[in-house]
């Protein structure tokens, strides 16, 4: 099994809609997985099999985020970019093209998604609109519900505290 694979499972294990059953960890839960190259899985927590959600994703995704509408936003070191799947599984390659973007959360209403930029030598915090992929802002800073950890470890709240 890939690597990015299994990486992408641990970050997140999305429930089909309209299932409120509490996520479980993948390792946890499975000792095998299905081959999974450029996909995004979607694990029943019922019976612990698994179905795509999602396909044609990056080759080194890294970290996952969901907004309030569905919307999943998936980084990736590789291609400098972020990927943005709809609530159907249709995939926006290159939501965002930047440098390589990390973890990241969504404000509460859905309209800017905060992601990390660590790979740098000033990591920094960018707010990215969540219609048009676009900059809101560069560095994010004090006050803001962000917190710098140092040595490239950033904490971002999305109620913005």
Sequence with gaps: MAAACLATLAAAVIPAPGN??????????ATEMPPCPQQLLSMNPDDGSFQAYARQLVS????????PDGSI????DLAASLDKIL???HVIKGFYQGGGTNGGT???DGKT??????????????AIDTTTGEPVCGRVGRGSGVADLGRRRVVVRADGR
């Design 113 to 126: 998604l905060y992601v990390t930029e660590t790979f740098t030598l000033d990591a920094k915090v960018l």
């Design 20 to 29: 409120a059953a509490p996520a479980v960890p993948v390792a946890h839960q």
């Design 60 to 67: 080194q995704g890294n970290g996952l985020t969901r907004g």
């Design 87 to 89: 609530p159907n599984g």
């Design 73 to 76: 936003y998936a980084s990736n």
């Design 106 to 108: 969504v404000s509460k």
